[in-house]
């Protein structure tokens, strides 16, 4: 059984970028979250997808955005990057089922410069 | 709005000691309880979870009882070793979709 993978590993990204960050969720779940981790914080909710649609979302600004496919990979798009920006991305998968048990993934750290 | 307390760090111990890390809760309803850890330069793995009022979770050792009176879900190892050396992370989930995490609290355990 394969678990959550995530990339990249490390991205250094300068402010008023853009970036892609990738998740592929564990095999048999359906439905995937993406958190923030500032550097000495609990992870914070971004949001979550079902079916391909968002089904939930935290305190984020919409230059926050995410996509699911059919495969239910999952991608977390960053607009006009900020200095605050820069954290741990980690994306979660869960069975639909069971959303509230979740499987982390090991998480990109995101430097903005 | 749901919240999670737990107790700050960091806590240092030696091998063989008994570690307790507090975690106390706000929510609405009845929200299932997870504690989670993550290692140096890794993402967060599910350590126990519990999913009603004075259900025990248990894992490797550690265990929590959900305290729904008290509003509580301590984590406790009887004998803790240097590989427990980790940041652990209390959290919530009251409505299917989103956890809550507390801010965390770092455990260094010395041979």
Redesign the interface.
């Known amino acids: 059984e394969t678990g959550?993978t995530?990339s990249p590993t490390h991205l250094i990204k300068t402010r008023g970028q853009q970036v892609t960050l990738r998740c592929s969720s564990q095999s048999g779940h359906n439905t995937v979250?993406w958190?923030q981790q500032a550097l000495?914080?609990?992870?914070?909710?971004i949001f979550?997808y079902y079916r391909e649609e968002e089904?939930?979302r935290?305190n984020f600004p919409p230059r926050f955005s995410g996509l699911q496919f059919p495969n239910y990979s999952s991608e977390l798009n960053v607009n006009a990057l900020e200095l605050d920006d820069s954290a741990l991305y980690?994306c979660?998968s869960s069975a639909w089922t069971v959303?509230?048990?979740?499987?982390?993934?090991?998480?990109t750290r995101l430097t903005v410069l | 709005g749901d919240s999670?307390t737990q107790m700050e760090g960091p806590v240092t111990l030696s091998e063989e000691a008994f570690l307790t890390i507090n975690c106390t809760y706000t929510a609405t309803g009845y929200p299932?309880l997870?504690w989670?850890v993550q290692y140096p330069g890794?993402?967060?793995?599910?350590l126990l979870?519990a999913?009603k009022a004075d259900d025990k979770g248990s894992n490797k050792g550690f265990e929590a009882t959900y305290r729904k009176e008290t509003t509580s879900f301590h984590l406790e190892k009887g004998s803790v070793q240097v590989s427990d050396s980790a940041v652990y992370?209390c959290?919530l989930?009251s409505?299917?979709?989103?956890?809550?995490?507390?801010?965390?609290t770092t455990v260094t355990v010395r041979a």
């Open positions: 959550v995530q979250s958190y000495g914080q609990g992870p914070q909710f979550q089904n939930g935290g980690l979660a959303t509230d048990t979740q499987y982390f993934g090991p998480g | 999670v299932s997870f989670y890794e993402g967060l793995q599910l979870k999913t992370f959290a989930s409505n299917d979709y989103k956890l809550s995490f507390g801010a965390g």
